[in-house]
């Protein structure tokens, strides 16, 4: 087993001869899958299976932070308009997905389906123009052109990051939810209550049983889920869309 060497320890080692699945930094062995080198004398952690950058001394996540002159941090700005989801995590299964939605809750994996319809009568365009994408807002609504809009919001009693299916269903409680707690980077983290991750858990079937499709739901790091066993922690990454090119009519 591949010993996770610190930072520190690397330094002493300096000059020994690497080992398989190791690699040399300035003359450092280190492994490619927990630090990335650069200029052959930097060495940051890949966090999450994102790497980290330099600054100024420092390493930092470019989903959070620019660094300015080479040498002191800014904050991204938020995000603002439209935006998709990525995961990001060290479990494979969690690696570069998208996250969809479909029944009512934003899901990630392969068996999580993108669940979208459209009427052509009610559709202020084509239904043949929507990419179906999932596609959220800042302003807490989803990307559709439902009349009486949909919106994402967090389960007040599970944490779990769902939306609505749009009609009479919509409890005003749940709209007032929407976006509550969130914070979005431009094209960096969505983190919840300044907590730069989320928890995946295995959607399960009533009765306990796992579902054929696997598919991830996604809750907030609550006190309460982070208890739970299960689930793995995971990040969420916004990317900037054109909601007029990528939504839906509606999200089913
Ligand atoms: C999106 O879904 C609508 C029907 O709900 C369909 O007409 C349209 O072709 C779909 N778009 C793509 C890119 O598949
Ligand atoms: C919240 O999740 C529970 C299951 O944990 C579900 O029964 C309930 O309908 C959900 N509430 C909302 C507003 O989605």
């Known amino acids: 087993m591949a010993l ?149 919001y967090l389960n007040t009693t599970d944490g779990a990051l769902m939306y609505t299916l749009g009609g009479e269903a919509n409890g005003p409680d749940e709209i007032a939810t929407a976006g509550k707690g969130v914070t979005i980077y431009q094209d960096g983290f969505f983190s919840y209550n300044g907590l730069p991750y989320w928890l995946a858990c295995l959607r399960t079937l009533p009765g306990g049983t796992v579902g054929t499709g696997r598919a991830y739901r996604i809750y907030a790091p609550t006190p309460d889920n982070l208890a739970k066993t299960g689930c793995d922690q995971i990040k969420l990454v916004s990317y900037g869309v054109q909601f007029i090119d990528q939504g839906a009519f509606k999200y089913n």
């Open 4 to 152: 996770r060497l610190g930072l520190a320890f690397l330094a002493l080692a300096a000059g020994v001869l690497a080992q398989e699945g190791e690699q040399l930094c300035g003359g450092a062995p280190y492994w490619s899958s927990d630090y990335t080198c650069y200029d052959d004398s930097v060495l940051c952690p890949v966090s999450y299976g994102i790497p980290t950058f330099p600054c100024g001394g420092a390493c930092y996540h470019r989903e959070m932070y620019r660094c300015v002159a080479g040498t002191s941090l800014r904050l991204l700005p938020r995000a603002a308009g439209s935006f998709g989801l990525t995961v990001q995590g060290t479990v494979s299964y969690a690696h570069s997905q998208e996250v969809r939605a479909c029944g009512g809750y934003l899901a990630f994996g392969a068996g999580a389906r993108e669940c979208t319809s459209c009427v052509p009568e009610l559709a202020p365009k084509n239904c043949a123009a929507y990419q179906n994408k999932t596609v959220l807002q800042t302003d807490g609504k989803m990307g559709s052109d439902l009349p009486g809009h949909q919106y994402w």
